[in-house]
């Protein structure tokens, strides 16, 4: 099952898949979206993404979709894109993944602004934009508060979402 883990830039996406790994000793596998790769512009970006969610489908299916793929950003492109044609034709591909969910963390703007966000201007654009997408998924959300850290909690809450789906 591909499990995309997503939200605002400084969020805890990549901490989350982290400590997931390491307090459940490798249960899952851990892979990096398009957000953390650089390979191109435009039409070349855009193929990649098609290409690696099939790429990742393929790995699903060769594990019989019970091996959670934890995917930090999967759905980057979706959201951030200004391409409403390449955005709605990529949601298409990413929807047609047999066994798919998203974990998506949110925070105060405040907190994640003062992390110094890669968002800039556009962050409550880009959470807007993260709640309209989601909404047609299977979705777990975490709601940081306080220091805004990722804490054992919601791994273990993670963990609860994992097995839920199975």
Not at 94 to 120: C, F, M, N, Q
Request: some cysteine.
């Amino acid at each position: 099952m591909i499990l995309f883990v997503e939200g605002l830039s400084q969020v805890g996406k990549t901490t989350l898949v982290n400590k997931y790994i390491q307090q459940y000793n490798n249960s899952a596998i851990r892979f990096k979206g398009s957000g953390a790769v650089n390979v191109g512009m435009q039409g070349r970006w855009q193929e990649y993404n098609f290409w690696m969610h099939n790429i990742i489908e393929r790995l699903d299916q060769l594990n019989d979709y019970a091996t959670p793929i934890l995917w930090d950003r999967g759905l980057t492109d979706v959201i951030y894109t200004e391409d409403h044609n390449y955005s709605s034709e990529l949601l298409r591909v990413i929807k047609s993944h047999i066994k798919k969910a998203v974990v998506y963390i949110d925070a105060p703007v405040g907190k994640l602004s003062d992390r110094h966000t890669k968002e800039g201007h556009e962050i409550l654009k880009h959470r807007e934009r993260y709640e309209d997408v989601i909404k047609s998924f299977n979705t777990y959300k975490i709601t940081l508060s306080g220091d805004c850290y990722i804490k054992d909690e919601h791994v273990q809450g993670l963990d609860e979402f994992i097995k839920s789906l199975k």
